[in-house]
């Protein structure tokens, strides 16, 4: 039972335009989101946040949208750089008392020069 | 954040052998997260490791497979016994730093096992 779901598996942007990477949830326990960024050979790398209680949150290039009635979340890379290239996952957080994370299955992104 | 090392990086083992990997802290945490990647497949929480109690496994994981130690609050360390090749897999170890806001996980640059 996969209760995070990343549809697209790979993606491909030009530089300099946005990119969109999106992801559903079935469980409506989840109250915090995360995108982690993952370079082959490398562990995920944190990039940004949202809680429950919020519907956007921004840090810099990077634009997180929650939309809790429809259990869908998107991250919004622009400008899109060769070095946005890499796997992305979401992952969620649910109010279950432990700190597990539920990953997505990724997407891989690939910034066109 | 929080840095996180993880030794051995890579290994190729027999069927029926058992590979320990060891995953080490910059800083004091309360838990240490063990993951396993699938080729093509999500991360996967095996267990949460805590210092000073039993580890804490997820459904689908047990003990005598994947024994876990955390003998201080830097280091722990995850077995993988009687090694077949269904385990080929990264396996990742995380950690939450004290006096984050959030709830991120920071993670090591995960082991690559391959067996034969």
């Known amino acids: 039972d996969q209760q995070v779901k990343q549809n697209s598996p790979s993606l491909s942007v030009q530089e300099g335009r946005i990119s969109i990477l999106n992801c559903d949830y079935t469980n409506s326990m989840f109250d915090y989101f995360l995108w982690y960024k993952k370079y082959p050979a490398e562990g995920p790398t944190f990039l940004i946040s949202i809680s429950s209680i919020k519907d956007k949150n921004e840090d810099g290039r990077f634009t997180v949208f929650l939309n809790k009635s429809a259990k869908h979340l998107s991250l919004h890379i622009v400008p899109s750089q060769p070095g946005d290239s890499a796997v992305y996952f979401c992952a969620a957080k649910g109010n279950f008392g432990n700190e597990k994370l539920t990953f997505g299955t990724g997407t891989r992104l690939t910034i066109i020069p | 954040s929080a840095v996180i090392s993880q030794k051995p990086s890579r290994d190729i083992c027999q069927r029926g052998t058992s590979l320990t990997i060891q995953c080490q802290v910059d800083?004091?945490?309360?838990?240490m997260f063990w993951y396993r990647q699938q080729p093509g497949q999500s991360l996967t929480l095996i267990a949460t490791a805590n210092q000073g109690s039993e580890a804490t496994y997820e459904s689908g994981f047990v003990i005598d497979k994947f024994p876990i130690s955390r003998p201080n609050l830097t280091f722990s360390t995850l077995t993988v016994s009687n090694l077949s090749p269904e385990d080929s897999s990264i396996y990742l170890c995380?950690?939450?730093?004290?006096?984050?806001?959030?709830?991120?996980?920071?993670f090591g640059p995960g082991t690559r096992l391959t067996v034969l």
């Open positions: 800083s004091q945490v309360t838990m």
């Open positions: 995380s950690a939450r730093p004290p006096g984050l806001a959030g709830n991120e996980q920071f």
